[in-house]
C-alpha cells in the first residue's frame, strides 16, 4: 500500500528565508503525481505545486519549488523569501496513474508552518 | 475563482444521530470526493463519486455511511448513526476528470463533533 509520511509536524521561518519542508513516500509504483497542498487557517486546502514521477525536472511555481528524488522517494517543498501569508497547513499527497474511475489522493500528517515576522 | 463550499463549518450532534454534511462542488466539475481528517492523523480518503454512482470507496465508509448528488449543485455525505469516533474534519473536494494529474479542489471543511 502507498504511504506518505511528513516528519516536521511544526516548522518556523523568518520573514523573507528560505524554509524546506520534507515528505517523503512508498509505492510501488512506476508513474504517479505528487503534490503539495497549502491549508491556510479557516481556508480551503489550494494546490501549491504538483510533480509528475516521470518528469526529472523538478517543478517550480514562482517562490516554491520541489526536490523530487525519485530513487530515494523524496519529495521536498522549498519556499523562498517566505511571507507571512505563507503560514498555513502544508500537505503533501500521491496519487497513483490508472485505477479506473478514481485518483484518491493519499495525504500525510501535514506540516504546519509560522512565519514570523 | 471557483471554490468548492461546505456547510456547516461546524456541526456538534449527539451520539447515534444522524448527520448530513453539505457540498457545492464547481459547477462544471462531474468527479466528487470526501476525505476525512481525525484531529492528529492524516487526511483519509472516504469514497469517490462519479456520474452518479460510487467509483471507490476506503474501508472506512462502511453502511453507515452514504453519498448522494440530490440535485445539480449539490454532494452530500450522510452518516446514519454517529459514533464519537466519527469526530472529524470532513472536506468535500472535486475535479473536472478522473486523470490522475487533475487538481481536486477542497472546501474548507465541516467539523464534526459527535458528544
Known amino acids: 500500500a502507498q504511504t506518505v509520511t511528513q516528519s516536521q509536524p511544526e516548522m518556523s521561518v523568518q520573514e523573507a528565508e528560505t524554509v524546506t519542508l520534507s515528505c517523503t513516500y512508498d509505492?510501488?509504483?512506476?508513474?504517479?503525481?505528487l503534490f503539495w497542498y497549502k491549508q491556510p487557517p479557516s481556508r480551503q486546502m489550494i494546490l501549491v505545486i504538483r510533480?509528475?514521477?516521470?518528469?526529472?525536472q523538478n517543478a517550480t511555481e514562482n517562490r516554491f519549488s520541489v526536490n523530487f528524488q525519485k530513487a530515494a522517494k523524496s519529495f521536498s517543498l522549498k519556499i523562498s523569501d517566505s511571507q507571512l501569508g505563507d503560514a498555513a497547513m502544508y500537505f503533501c499527497?500521491?496519487?497513483?496513474?490508472?485505477?479506473?474511475?478514481?485518483?484518491?489522493?493519499?495525504f500525510g500528517t501535514g506540516t504546519l508552518l509560522a512565519v514570523q515576522p | 475563482e471557483p471554490e468548492v463550499t461546505q456547510t456547516p463549518s461546524h456541526q456538534v450532534t449527539q451520539m447515534g444521530q444522524e448527520v448530513i454534511l453539505r457540498c457545492v462542488p464547481i459547477?462544471?466539475?462531474?468527479?466528487f470526493y470526501w476525505y476525512r481528517q481525525i484531529l492528529g492523523q492524516k487526511v483519509e480518503f472516504l469514497v469517490s463519486?462519479?456520474?452518479?454512482?460510487?467509483?471507490?470507496k476506503s474501508e472506512i465508509f462502511d453502511d453507515q455511511f452514504s453519498v448522494e448528488r440530490p440535485d445539480g449543485s449539490n454532494f452530500t455525505l450522510k452518516i446514519r448513526s454517529t459514533k464519537l469516533e466519527d469526530s472529524a474534519m470532513y472536506f468535500c473536494?472535486?475535479?473536472?476528470?478522473?486523470?490522475?494529474?487533475?487538481?481536486?479542489?477542497f472546501g474548507a471543511g465541516t467539523r464534526l463533533s459527535v458528544l
Open positions: 509505492t510501488s509504483e512506476s508513474d504517479y503525481y
Open positions: 510533480q509528475e514521477a516521470y518528469k526529472q
Open positions: 473536494a472535486s475535479s473536472a476528470t478522473a486523470f490522475f494529474s487533475d487538481i481536486q479542489y
Open positions: 499527497a500521491y496519487t497513483r496513474l490508472g485505477g479506473g474511475a478514481t485518483n484518491k489522493l493519499i
Open positions: 459547477s462544471n466539475h462531474l468527479y
Open positions: 463519486f462519479y456520474n452518479n454512482e460510487i467509483s471507490e
